[in-house]
Nanobody
Framework: QVQLVESGGGLVQAGDSLKLSCANS????????MGWFRQAPGKEREFVAA????????NYADSVKGRFTISGDNAKNTVYLQMNSLKPEDTAVYYC??????????????????WGQGTQVTVSS
């Protein structure tokens, strides 16, 4: 079974940067489409970014486009989310997810089969 572990969250000021990591020891990790979602208190989980199998394409929510970058390191079986120019509205628990069967709609949470436990990102004004 795929197990995902997020790390890299923390407390930062507006305008600062953070880099989140999502690690899996599975050798076939690079064959999975991966996504990042976030959920703030009292709000629905929302799509942030996704990367296709083998990293051939990426997709971003309009709210983070130009500020966030999703990437992967196949040698480390790790997917990253580089977050620049952070805003208070970026505050949320960030989750990574894996679509291990076939690439569905990367913007929909139901497309993903496995989820990590999340890492907290807090941005002060």
């Amino acid at each position: 079974q795929v197990q995902l572990v997020e790390s890299g969250g923390g407390l930062v000021q507006a305008g600062d940067s953070l880099k989140l990591s999502c690690a899996n020891s599975k050798r076939t990790f690079s064959n999975y489409a991966m996504g990042w979602f976030r959920q703030a208190p009292g709000k629905e989980r929302e799509f942030v970014a996704a990367i296709s199998r083998r990293g051939y394409s990426t997709n971003y929510a309009d709210s983070v486009k130009g500020r966030f970058t999703i990437s992967g390191d196949n040698a480390k079986n790790t997917v990253y989310l580089q977050m620049n120019s952070l805003k208070p509205e970026d505050t949320a628990v960030y989750y990574c997810a894996a679509d291990v069967n076939f690439p569905g709609d990367s913007r929909r949470s139901r497309s993903y089969d496995y989820w990590g436990q999340g890492t907290q990102v807090t941005v002060s004004s």
